[in-house]
Structures are given as C-alpha cells and as structure tokens.
C-alpha cells in the first residue's frame, strides 16, 4: 500500500468511524438501538446517496485499492464482535426447565421457519433471476427461512437492561428462547453454507464441521476453566484480551481457507470462554468492544459494494419478508407463550422481544452473500426486514404498557366470581 492510498484509507476509515457515531446517537435520541443507525446510516442511507450521486463519485472518493483494506478491517471488527455474541449464548439449567422456554421456543422458530420457507420456495419457483440467483435451491430457501427465524441476542439484551426487563418474566423468557433459536440458525447456517460450497461435500461436510467444532468448544472450555488460566485472566486481563482477539481472528482465517465462514471460527471461539466465570467477562467484553467500534466500518463497506452491484431495493419483496417475520414472529411468540401459561400482555410483550433481529440477522446475510447464495437485491430487502423489526421493538413495547396501564379494572363483581 503506497503512502498515498493509506492516508486516503485513514482518511475514509475516520468518515466511516463518525458515520457510524452520528447514527447510533441519532437512533438513541429517538429510542432506538444504536446498531439501528448504524445500519441505516452505513448500509442504507450512506451508499445510496453515494450511488444517486453517480458512480464516478464513489471511483473518486472510494476507489478500490482504499475500499478493499477497509472491507478487510469491518470484517475482522464484525469478527472480533461475535465473540462477545457468541458468549452471551449462556443459558442455565434453572431456565431449562421452564416449560414455557419449550413452547415459546417452538412457537418463535417453526412460524417463522415455515414463513420464510414458503417466501423462499416463492422465489424459486417464480421469482426473477435477478432476486433467485444460481444457488441451489435448498441452500436458498433454508437461508431464507433463518433469516425471517433469528433474534438478536446482544441487542435485545441492550433493549432489555434500558427498560429495565432483563430480570423479568417476560425478560428472562424472551432471552432464553433467542440463544436456543440463535444457536439453531447457527447451526443450520453452517449447512447452508456447505451445500453452497463447491467442493465443500456438502451436508456431509456439515456435520463433520458441527461436530468438529462443538468438540473443540466443550475442550477448549474446560482448559479456560482450569485455575492456572483464570489466575492468569486475573492478572493480565489485558493481555488476555489481546490473545484472544489473536486467536479469534486466526480461528476465523482457518474456517475460511477450509471453506467454510469466518463467523463459524469466531464463534467456535466464543463458545469455549466459560459463561459463569467473571474473570473471563473482561477480556472478552474488550475484544467485542473493539469488534463493535469497527462495525460501522463493514456496514459502509458491505453497503457500497451492494449498492454498486444492485439495482436497488425491490421495495415490494421487502414489504411482502417484513410482514411475514413479523406476523410469524409476533403471532407465534403470543401464542405459544397463551399455551405455556403466560397471561396475554406477557405472551405478547415476549413475541415481541424476540421480532427483535438487529445485527444477527445481517450477519447471517453477509454470509450468504458471500457464499453466493444471496443475490444483491435479496440481502437489500431482507436488510431493510433486519432494520423495521429491530426498530418496531422499542414502540411496540411502549404501547403495550400503556395499554395495560390504561385497562380498566374489573368490576367488583368479577373480582368476586374470580376470587
């Protein structure tokens, strides 16, 4: 890289950090999540005014050799993020045993499964070339499924602690059901992704992967629980962090040379900290930190190369994905929480937490685009789902206080026969 392209890098990468700045403050004026602006400003707002603006704009003021190192640095960032993501998948055996985690689990993962399967099954068999693409067809429609399946743990979790919800009912519940249903997106995203690969032995290839990684987590978990590595994150916590951001980002490396995603490393990674020990939270809550900070820099990236190759967002898909995820979110989570025994605020105010998709969502976008199994116009509608869904949490929320704190009593005589 000559002197000229890297101060023109660090120019752009300083524009792209105070992008990122300007949108999570103005999403946070407005009660929103900050990765809401985030995504707004970097994914959607950012490059399409760069693309109103004519392509020689973006040739001028991002040319390739100055937009490929800041790609590279918003991957590692997203990277280094899901690490914290993958750690806050904790979940005890207390809640286990819940029988509404069952029910609500089922609830919010078969609706929405099923939703985005008929959506994805819709664009193989009548869909244009130009939103279908060449993937094959059941790595298509399983990704779509995930996609319109997911909640996003960390920022629900954002959404929970500035309501002041993490330790309710309703709050314990819907952050449960998330990590189990994240974990199985997870999972299923990695199928995709072989099936996807040429060369990669498809589902067969998957479940060695699975396995393979699920044994290198529970291994790696027991050596960081051991004393002498606690001890050591103790005392050097700092050194830890920057080990760690080492071993996640070459983790991630060697997930891709297999030709698998970089986000399965990360989160082979995340899964082997030990969730119950607070010597570990520092470290890895400053490595995902970083990760976050560097964000908006892949949202920029990842938006102006999406833009260049799309023709826009087809408004109409996007409106047909929104409404499917959230009726079979919101609709599934409410009544499956009725049959678990949750009295109706309660059953809705969890389906609606867990419409929440945020930034897992786009995630699991970018690796289907990069696998090729996303064609440019897809991952636009279903990032504008990603954003209306995470956004649609917080009102939604509201209203339903309101509307149980505005709910007549019942009458004496109710109160009677009930008692």
Request: aromatic letters at 6%; charged letters at 15%; one cysteine or more.
């Given at each position: 890289m000559?002197?000229?392209?890297a101060?023109?890098?660090t120019a ?6 105070a992008?990122g700045f ?5 999403a946070r004026?407005i009660?929103q999540?900050?990765v809401?602006?985030?995504i707004?400003?970097g994914m959607?707002l950012?490059?399409a005014i ?5 392509p020689g704009?973006?040739?001028?003021l991002?040319p390739d ?7 590279d640095?918003?991957?590692a960032g997203?990277?280094?993020?899901l690490?914290g993501v ?5 979940l ?5 045993r819940?029988?509404a ?8 993962l078969?609706?929405?499964l099923?939703a985005?399967?008929a ?6 068999r009548?869909?244009p ?8 067809a ?5 990704l779509?499924?995930?996609s319109?399946?997911?909640s ?8 929970l ?8 009912r ?5 952050l449960?059901?998330?990590?189990l249903?994240?974990?199985?997106a997870?999972?299923?995203?990695a199928v ?5 690969t040429p060369?990669?032995?498809?589902v067969?290839?998957?479940v060695?992967?699975l396995?393979?990684?699920t044994l290198?987590?529970t291994w790696?978990r027991?050596?960081?629980k051991s ?7 103790a ?10 951001g080492?071993g996640?980002l070459q983790?991630?490396?060697v997930?891709?040379s ?10 082979v990674?995340?899964l082997?900290i030990?969730p119950?020990?607070p010597?570990?939270?520092a470290?890895v809550r ?12 892949f949202?920029?990236a990842t938006g102006?190369?999406i833009?260049?190759?799309s023709?826009?967002i087809?408004w ?10 959230v009726?079979?979110k919101i ?7 009725r049959?678990g ?6 059953a809705?105010r969890?389906?609606?937490m867990?419409?929440?998709?945020g930034?897992?969502e ?16 897809l991952?636009?509608a ?8 995470t956004s649609?949490?917080?009102?939604l929320?509201s209203?339903?206080d ?6 007549p009593a ?10």
């Amino acid at each position: 890289m000559t002197p000229a392209v890297a101060a023109h890098a660090t120019a752009a990468l300083g524009v792209f950090l105070a992008v990122g700045f300007l949108g999570r403050g103005l999403a946070r004026r407005i009660e929103q999540p900050g990765v809401v602006g985030e995504i707004a400003f970097g994914m959607l707002l950012g490059p399409a005014i760069l693309g109103l603006a004519g392509p020689g704009a973006r040739s001028l003021l991002l040319p390739d050799d100055v937009l490929a190192p800041l790609r590279d640095l918003g991957h590692a960032g997203l990277v280094l993020f899901l690490v914290g993501v993958a750690h806050e998948l904790r979940l005890d055996a207390a809640r286990l045993r819940d029988r509404a985690i069952g029910w609500t689990v089922l609830g919010t993962l078969v609706p929405s499964l099923v939703a985005g399967a008929a959506l994805g099954g819709w664009l193989v068999r009548y869909g244009p070339p130009s939103l279908r693409g060449a993937a094959p067809a059941g790595a298509f429609v399983l990704l779509i499924a995930i996609s319109l399946a997911v909640s996003a743990v960390p920022v629900l979790a954002r959404i929970l602690a500035d309501r002041n919800l993490t330790t309710t009912r309703a709050g314990r519940l819907s952050l449960t059901s998330a990590a189990l249903v994240d974990a199985v997106a997870w999972l299923l995203l990695a199928v995709v992704v072989a099936v996807a690969t040429p060369g990669s032995g498809g589902v067969v290839s998957a479940v060695v992967v699975l396995v393979a990684g699920t044994l290198a987590a529970t291994w790696g978990r027991r050596l960081l629980k051991s004393a002498r590595a606690e001890r050591l994150c103790a005392r050097w916590p700092w050194v830890v962090a920057v080990v760690l951001g080492a071993g996640v980002l070459q983790a991630a490396d060697v997930a891709e040379s297999e030709g698998l995603t970089a986000i399965f490393g990360a989160f082979v990674v995340g899964l082997m900290i030990p969730p119950t020990s607070p010597h570990w939270d520092a470290p890895v809550r400053r490595v995902s930190t970083l990760g976050l900070w560097l964000v908006p820099v892949f949202f920029i990236a990842t938006g102006l190369t999406i833009w260049r190759a799309s023709g826009g967002i087809p408004w109409l898909l996007a409106l047909v994905a929104t409404a499917l995820a959230v009726l079979s979110k919101i609709g599934g989570g409410y009544v499956s929480g009725r049959l678990g025994g949750e009295e109706r605020a309660e059953a809705l105010r969890v389906g609606v937490m867990l419409n929440t998709r945020g930034l897992t969502e786009i995630v699991l976008l970018q690796v289907g685009y990069s696998a090729g199994v996303l064609t440019s116009g897809l991952y636009l509608a279903l990032l504008v789902t990603a954003v209306v869904t995470t956004s649609m949490t917080g009102p939604l929320l509201s209203l339903i206080d309101r509307r149980r704190r505005t709910a007549p009593a019942p009458a004496k005589d109710e109160r009677i026969a009930a008692g």
